[in-house]
């Protein structure tokens, strides 16, 4: 059964640094894309980075610079580094495992991002 565990949350001041982790069991990791999310309550889900199966990566452009997504197949794990963490940064970061055609999804619970002024 496919899994997805998010970890790496917590509280920090304004500034701060995070970095969030993925570790997917039950799917053959090195093939799917992974995106990581985040969500606000009541508020949509907005896509905040991307890698696909052969490491290329994208951002929101209002993420370029500040956060970095990597992956190492050999752990099944997708890493998400926040740099400068401001406020509005804070929510639910929820992590996506998916085929190149989305025909295949899995997601994750998420870590909760708290960052205070």
């Known amino acids: 059964q496919a899994q997805l565990v998010e970890s790496g949350g917590g509280v920090v001041q304004s500034g701060g640094s995070l970095r969030l982790s993925c570790v997917a069991s039950g799917i053959d990791f090195a093939v799917y894309f992974i995106d990581w999310y985040r969500q606000v309550p009541g508020k949509e889900r907005q896509l905040v980075a991307g890698i696909t199966s052969t490491g290329k990566k994208n951002y929101i452009d209002s993420m370029k610079g500040r956060f970095t997504i990597s992956r190492d197949n050999a752990k099944n794990t997708v890493y998400l580094q926040m740099e400068n963490l401001q406020p509005d940064d804070t929510a639910n970061y929820i992590c996506?495992?998916?085929?190149?055609?989305?025909?295949?999804?899995?997601w994750g619970r998420g870590t909760q991002v708290t960052v205070s002024s």
């Open positions: 996506n495992a998916h085929s190149p055609r989305h025909d295949i999804e899995h």
